[in-house]
């Protein structure tokens, strides 16, 4: 095992390491500050200490007076490479695929930042080649009123079947986020599986009741044409035209999937309790 002392020195350097990224993204999106981004990445390097005190004021305030100019700059870049796509039948030059991987990045590093540590995973595991169907566990799909209001009509559907100690497949059900229901609902679910999302579950007994066990599907997958507004940054509005990542799976730099969440449900799982979800845009299919 290592020392504390010994993981120091390392952990040191994660602000450089991480700073040189933003750096590189920023050189082909913002290059007006990427110059401010490199500062902060040398501040830590053993350079005298005025001329580290230097660079670190440097970069800091390059960042911070920079950044409403780095998102309109950014908006305004997306705006225009998406209409020469349009233009251009959505085919992207070799500079255009690394422009809006470095973009795609960003967007699966920012996720984990901005604490949407799910679709930061499904978006990055995009880059990687691999099978159709990947999977994972976890269950903070519960946090979505919607998601538990389709869970409970599970267990009333586990709980009018014959306790014959056989498990019992339920129907499936379909589950999608309007925009009226993103605004009142968890942002870290919809974003993560509103494909839209389909619950499938087989229910257990268990005692005198159920035990569901639950898998979330959803397609990770940019759809051709779609603008997707991502709120506000530095005042100026962010949105994305989806088209530019459909592109790159086009050209085969992504690689789309089917992203599948599992998780248990107990009876008497506390997070079931309360009133039904009103406004829920599901179904059974």
Request: aromatic share 8%.
């Amino acid at each position: 095992m290592h020392s504390a002392s010994k993981l120091l020195p390392g952990l040191a350097l994660l602000p450089a390491v991480g700073s040189l990224v933003i750096a590189a993204i920023l050189l082909l999106w913002v290059s007006t500050v990427a110059l401010a981004a490199l500062c902060v990445a040398l501040a830590p390097s053993r350079l005298s200490w005025r001329v580290r005190r230097t660079v670190l004021a440097v970069g800091v305030l390059g960042l911070t007076a920079g950044a409403p100019l780095a998102a309109w700059e950014i908006q305004h870049r997306l705006d225009s490479m998406a209409e020469r796509l349009a233009a251009n039948g959505w085919r992207l030059s070799l500079p255009g695929r690394v422009q809006v991987a470095t973009l795609n990045l960003a967007m699966g590093l920012g996720g984990y930042a901005l604490g949407y540590p799910e679709v930061a995973s499904e978006t990055l595991w995009m880059f990687v080649p691999g099978p159709r169907v990947r999977e994972w566990r976890g269950d903070f799909a519960m946090e979505s009123a919607l998601v538990r209001q389709n869970v409970r009509e599970l267990l009333e559907e586990a709980r009018r079947q014959e306790r014959a100690g056989a498990p019992v497949k339920l129907s499936r059900r379909r589950v999608l986020w309007t925009k009226r229901d993103l605004g009142r609902d968890s942002l870290r679910v919809a974003l993560a599986l509103n494909s839209p999302l389909y619950l499938e579950a087989v229910a257990y007994p268990r005692g005198t009741g159920w035990r569901l066990e639950v898998q979330g599907r959803a397609a990770v997958r940019y759809p051709s044409r779609n603008r997707v507004p991502l709120g506000r940054l530095f005042g100026q509005p962010l949105v994305i035209e989806e088209g530019l990542f459909a592109a790159l799976q086009d050209a085969g730099w992504l690689h789309p999937y089917e992203a599948v969440w599992s998780w248990t449900v107990e009876e008497g799982d506390p997070r079931l309790a309360g009133p039904a979800s009103t406004g829920a845009v599901s179904d059974s299919s």
